[in-house]
C-alpha cells in the first residue's frame, strides 16, 4: 500500500490500468527505487508529461503495450541503453573509479582510453539525466552516481576481460593524477591493481594500505589489507620480505584484537 501511494505522489494513476499497477508493484517489491526509474523510463520514453504538478499519460500512449521490466536491473539497463554512445560510454568508465570519482580523474582515464577529455557537458547531462549528482570528492570537483545500484548494475554489465583493462587503466590515472601526494589513493591503488590482475602492484599497494590502516588503529581494514596481501605474496615469485612483512603485521594485529590463536600461528608461521 505504502508503494502505491509513493507511485502516487508521481503520478496521475488514473491513467494506469488497475492490472498494470498491481504488476508494476508485484515487480518492486517494495523497492521505492524501482518506482522512481519505472517513472524515469516513461518520462524519457515520452509517455508522460507534466501537468498540474504530477505527470500523466500523454494521448495516444497505451501504457499496456509498454513493456514492464521484470527487474530493477533489467529497468536501469533498458535506462542506459538508450542513452547516445558517448554518455553510455563515459557511465561504463566511471562506474570502474567507483561510487563516487572526481573530475581531473575521469578526465584522466578517458585521455588515456584514447576519448575526449571535454567530458564537463558529458556529465551536466547526466546529472539532468539524474544519474549522476555533483558532489565534493575529497575537496575536489567531482560527482556520484545517483544511486550505488546504478553503479553497480553498469559495473557488472561490463564484458569480464574489459573490466580488468578498465581497472588497470583506472589504476594508473591514479597515480599520474596524484603523484605529488600518492599516500591519499593507497586504498584506491591496492583495489584497482588487484581487480586489474596486476599482483606485483597490489601486493605493494596493500602492505601499505595495511601499514596505514594499522597506524591509525583501524584493526578491520588492516586484517583486510594484509590477509589480501599474504595471499598475493603466495602468487608472486621472489616475494619473501613481502609475504614475512604481511604475515609479521597480520599477527601483530590479530594479537591488538584478541585473535591469539590466529597470532600465534602466524608467529610460528615466520
Same mark, same amino acid.
Given at each position: 500500500?505504502?508503494?502505491?501511494? &509513493?507511485?502516487?505522489?508521481?503520478?496521475?494513476?488514473?491513467?494506469?490500468?488497475?492490472?498494470?499497477?498491481?504488476?508494476?508493484?508485484?515487480?518492486?517489491?517494495? !523497492?521505492?527505487?524501482?518506482?522512481?526509474?519505472?517513472?524515469?523510463?516513461?518520462?524519457?520514453?515520452?509517455?508522460?508529461?507534466?501537468?498540474?504538478?504530477?505527470?500523466?499519460?500523454?494521448?495516444?500512449?497505451?501504457?499496456?503495450?509498454?513493456?514492464?521490466?521484470?527487474?530493477?536491473?533489467?529497468?536501469?539497463?533498458?535506462?542506459?541503453?538508450? /542513452?547516445?554512445? !558517448?554518455?553510455?560510454?563515459?557511465?561504463?568508465?566511471?562506474?570502474?573509479?567507483?561510487?563516487?570519482?572526481?573530475?581531473?580523474?575521469?578526465?584522466?582515464?578517458?585521455?588515456?582510453?584514447?576519448?575526449?577529455?571535454?567530458?564537463?557537458?558529458?556529465?551536466?547531462?547526466?546529472?539532468?539525466?539524474?544519474? &549522476?549528482?555533483?558532489?565534493?570528492?575529497?575537496?575536489?570537483?567531482?560527482?556520484?552516481?545517483?544511486?550505488?545500484?546504478?553503479?553497480?548494475t553498469i559495473y557488472q554489465n561490463i564484458l569480464h576481460q574489459?573490466?580488468?583493462?578498465?581497472?588497470?587503466?583506472?589504476?594508473?590515472?591514479?597515480e599520474a593524477c596524484y603523484r605529488d601526494r600518492l599516500e591519499?589513493?593507497?586504498?584506491?591503488?591496492?583495489?584497482?591493481?588487484?581487480?586489474?590482475?596486476?599482483?606485483?602492484?597490489?601486493?605493494?599497494?596493500?602492505?601499505?594500505?595495511?601499514?596505514?590502516?594499522?597506524?591509525?588503529?583501524? !584493526?578491520?581494514?588492516?586484517?583486510?589489507?594484509?590477509?589480501?596481501?599474504?595471499?598475493?605474496?603466495?602468487?608472486?615469485?621472489?616475494?619473501?620480505?613481502?609475504?614475512?612483512?604481511?604475515?609479521?603485521? /597480520?599477527?601483530?594485529?590479530?594479537?591488538?584484537?584478541? !585473535?591469539?590463536?590466529?597470532?600465534?600461528?602466524?608467529?610460528?608461521?615466520?
Amino acid at each position: 500500500e505504502e508503494a502505491r501511494q &509513493l507511485f502516487g505522489t508521481y503520478v496521475d494513476v488514473e491513467g494506469f490500468s488497475s492490472e498494470v499497477v498491481t504488476s508494476l508493484l508485484e515487480r518492486a517489491a517494495g !523497492n521505492p527505487f524501482f518506482i522512481q526509474e519505472f517513472v524515469r523510463m516513461l518520462i524519457e520514453q515520452g509517455a508522460l508529461e507534466l501537468s498540474q504538478g504530477k505527470w500523466r499519460v500523454v494521448p495516444p500512449t497505451v501504457i499496456e503495450e509498454i513493456d514492464l521490466p521484470t527487474s530493477l536491473r533489467t529497468l536501469m539497463l533498458a535506462r542506459i541503453d538508450r /542513452l547516445p554512445d !558517448n554518455l553510455r560510454q563515459l557511465l561504463r568508465d566511471a562506474s570502474v573509479i567507483g561510487l563516487q570519482f572526481t573530475l581531473r580523474l575521469l578526465q584522466e582515464v578517458e585521455r588515456r582510453l584514447g576519448r575526449t577529455t571535454a567530458i564537463r557537458p558529458m556529465l551536466e547531462r547526466l546529472v539532468e539525466l539524474e544519474l &549522476l549528482e555533483p558532489r565534493s570528492v575529497k575537496d575536489e570537483e567531482g560527482y556520484s552516481f545517483t544511486h550505488v545500484l546504478t553503479q553497480e548494475t553498469i559495473y557488472q554489465n561490463i564484458l569480464h576481460q574489459d573490466r580488468i583493462e578498465l581497472h588497470q587503466v583506472v589504476a594508473q590515472s591514479y597515480e599520474a593524477c596524484y603523484r605529488d601526494r600518492l599516500e591519499t589513493q593507497i586504498e584506491s591503488l591496492a583495489l584497482h591493481y588487484d581487480r586489474a590482475r596486476r599482483r606485483e602492484k597490489a601486493l605493494l599497494y596493500m602492505l601499505r594500505a595495511g601499514d596505514r590502516a594499522r597506524q591509525r588503529y583501524a !584493526n578491520k581494514e588492516a586484517i583486510k589489507y594484509y590477509s589480501r596481501a599474504l595471499q598475493l605474496s603466495q602468487l608472486v615469485t621472489e616475494a619473501s620480505a613481502e609475504r614475512w612483512h604481511a604475515a609479521l603485521h /597480520l599477527a601483530d594485529v590479530y594479537q591488538l584484537t584478541g !585473535n591469539y590463536d590466529e597470532a600465534i600461528a602466524l608467529y610460528q608461521a615466520i
